[in-house]
């Protein structure tokens, strides 16, 4: 906060160079009502922001997550239904330092109200988001592109068992068993619940079905592949979270819910499951980053 308002939020990468000097604040010393609100923040953080925000949201307002998982569950419990927007985002950015981000590639920025009405204000917001990436699409399915989304996350979670980056991690064929099966979980979880997955940058939600050919799947792995080793970000958030900043990931936030929906509509997810024991050894330090921690999580596979 400090840095912003002292030099401005600065904006660095292949895509663009900019400075913007905008008023930064803590919670506590918000004023004001707000129409929109964008919520930005880790996955686990975000019903105490929406809490802290809610007093400041206006009674025709609303929050868009532009977030990773199923956040508009927590938000909606907050703020309601009516107030809560939904949204998907999949380009490559990094906290860099304070003030500083990177925005290291380009990628699918998809909005939705989230019982998949089209609504003038969603529409109003499509048009605001153009500002950022003329690519931006409105759907009516913003929950299949969510479960696309944590498919894809669940993969990218495994990856960050290691050193990898997620494009050499994709492409090795020695794990690739892993992707495929981790992903199925999720899918899964999303049909059982009647949601139909929506692809995105490579990733095709049909690739993961339970009777999908094998090839199909390899395809989309190759094309997900493709896609980030165009990027300047090579690793993912979850690895940096660890390896850079060691914090805690948003594996609880992400991916338990994941075990948690499955598990009331009767859908088992013991390779989720372990991912999320393993990624709690690695953050602990309990674990290293490594293949040998990767071989853990193989080991879970359905013979």
Request: charged share 25%; proline share 5%; hydrophobic share 40%.
């Amino acid at each position: 906060m400090a840095a912003i308002n002292g030099a401005g939020l600065r904006i660095e990468g292949p895509l663009a160079q900019f400075t913007r000097r905008a008023p930064a604040f803590t919670p506590d010393d918000l004023k004001g009502e707000f129409e929109h609100i964008v919520l930005a923040v880790k996955a686990q953080d975000t019903e105490t922001a929406t809490r802290s925000l809610a007093p400041h949201l206006s009674a025709d307002g609303y929050v868009v997550s532009a977030q990773n998982g199923l956040n508009e569950l927590q938000i909606k419990k907050v703020v309601g239904d009516a107030r809560t927007m939904g949204c998907f985002v999949n380009f490559g950015a990094d906290y860099l330092e304070p003030g500083v981000i990177q925005y290291a590639g380009r990628g699918a920025v998809v909005l939705g109200e989230i019982d998949g009405r089209v609504t003038a204000r969603i529409g109003e917001l499509h048009r605001t988001f153009l500002d950022f990436d003329d690519r931006a699409i409105v759907t009516t399915n913003i929950w299949g592109y969510l479960w696309g989304k944590l498919a894809y996350g669940a993969q990218l979670f495994a990856t960050a068992l290691t050193n990898d980056s997620i494009a050499e991690a994709l492409a090795d064929p020695e794990y690739r068993d892993v992707y495929v099966e981790v992903a199925r979980e999720v899918m899964r979880v999303a049909r059982a619940r009647q949601i139909t997955p929506e692809g995105f940058n490579g990733f095709d939600p049909r690739a993961f079905a339970p009777d999908a050919d094998r090839a199909i799947a390899d395809h989309s792995l190759d094309e997900m592949v493709a896609f980030n080793r165009r990027s300047a970000k090579t690793h993912s958030g979850i690895w940096r979270d660890i390896a850079v900043r060691r914090r805690r990931t948003e594996t609880d936030a992400q991916l338990g819910p994941i075990v948690t929906l499955g598990a009331e509509v009767g859908v088992p997810t013991p390779l989720v499951s372990r991912l999320i024991a393993l990624m709690h050894e690695v953050e602990d330090r309990r674990r290293p980053q490594s293949h040998e921690t990767l071989d853990l999580l193989k080991a879970a596979l359905p013979n």
